[in-house]
């Protein structure tokens, strides 16, 4: 007979995944144990091993569900009606908000996309993907005609705003919203009266 998921499953799962983020963090994906992420969840070995066959797994559903939940929340953002300026600014305000409490998520993905197999890391990197495509389409509408017509160019400023974004954990973790909501607004100063220069 199949056995019955728990009624807090989902909750469990979600438990587990945050905890064993933040020993992936700050001990490192190798120096970690099952029975290490088992003890910092508060459960057994053998009910991690109900969610989990392995390390790895839980690596992989750490990162799909950190870079799933991000891509859906950023690409689905309702940006209708408002200027490029205003999607800019949108967009950065949306995404420092999202890594909010997701410093953990954000050091192992750094660090952890590159050990999953092929087909796992293909999966990752078309959510990462699709954000780029998201953020240059929206830099290209703001762009000089020069740089809006220079793929390479525009892809370099793209990732540079990245760049900003991502590294914000490193120095600002603890920001709260409205920390987070100024910052985005510099990064979307900075850009605004950058491109032009380019």
């Not at 690596?59 to 569900?65: K, P």
């Not at 890391?121 to 703001?142: K, N, P, S, T």
């Not at 900003?164 to 910052?183: E, I, K, V």
């Amino acid at each position: 007979m199949a056995r019955t998921i728990a009624r807090d499953h989902d909750e469990k799962r979600a438990q587990i995944l945050k905890s064993a983020a933040r020993v992936f963090a700050t001990q490192g994906f190798d120096r970690a144990s099952m029975s290490e992420l088992a003890r910092d969840c508060g459960i057994s070995k053998a009910n991690i091993y109900h969610y989990y066959d392995s390390k790895d797994a839980i690596l992989y559903d750490i990162l799909e569900t950190h870079l799933r939940g991000l891509r859906d929340r950023i690409c689905g953002l309702d940006l209708a009606g408002l200027s490029p300026e205003a999607q800019l600014r949108v967009t950065l305000r949306e995404y420092l908000l999202a890594y909010k409490g997701a410093d953990n998520e954000h050091r192992v993905q750094v660090n952890g996309v590159d050990r999953l197999p092929p087909a796992e890391r293909e999966i990752l990197l078309d959510y990462q993907r699709d954000m780029v495509r998201h953020l240059a389409a929206i830099l290209g509408a703001l762009a000089p005609p020069a740089l809006a017509g220079d793929t390479a160019r525009l892809r370099a400023a793209t990732m540079s705003v990245f760049g900003m974004l991502n590294w914000h954990y490193m120095w600002n973790s603890g920001a709260g919203t409205q920390a987070r909501a100024d910052h985005a607004d510099l990064m979307a100063d900075l850009t605004l009266k950058g491109l032009p220069g380019l």
